[in-house]
Nanobody
Framework: QVQLVESGGGLVQAGGSLRLSCATS????????MGWFRQAPGKEREFVAA????????HYADSVKGRFTISRDSAKNTLYLQLSTLKPEDTAVYYC??????????????????WGQGTQVTVSS
């Protein structure tokens, strides 16, 4: 059974930093892409960042470009999201997602078959 488990969320002041982790287990195939999405109360889930697992190609939402960094540790089967210069509007539940299908559109939530349970990030002003 494939599992994605996020960790690293919490409460931080504006301007602060956090690092989210997403540990994967139970798979017998290689991921094509992994990504981070977030959902604030009353809003739809939105794309944050994604990367091609083998080649490291990355994509970022304009709202986080230059502040967030996505990375991976292949040996640990873990995806990371470094959040810096956080703003109150970054407050949301952050989800990691993964999918093995080649060529999927990495910025679309509907592209991903596997999801974690989410981790809360709260940024106070």
């Amino acid at each position: 059974q494939v599992q994605l488990v996020e960790s690293g969320g919490g409460l931080v002041q504006a301007g602060g930093s956090l690092r989210l982790s997403c540990a994967t287990s139970g798979r017998t195939f290689s991921w094509y892409a992994m990504g981070w999405f977030r959902q604030a109360p009353g809003k739809e889930r939105e794309f944050v960042a994604a990367m091609n697992w083998s080649g490291g190609r990355t994509h970022y939402a304009d709202s986080v470009k230059g502040r967030f960094t996505i990375s991976r540790d292949s040996a640990k089967n873990t995806l990371y999201l470094q959040l810096s210069t956080l703003k109150p509007e970054d407050t949301a539940v952050y989800y990691c997602a993964a999918d093995p299908r080649w060529g999927l559109d990495m910025i679309l939530a509907a592209s991903y078959a596997y999801w974690g349970q989410g981790t809360q990030v709260t940024v106070s002003s």
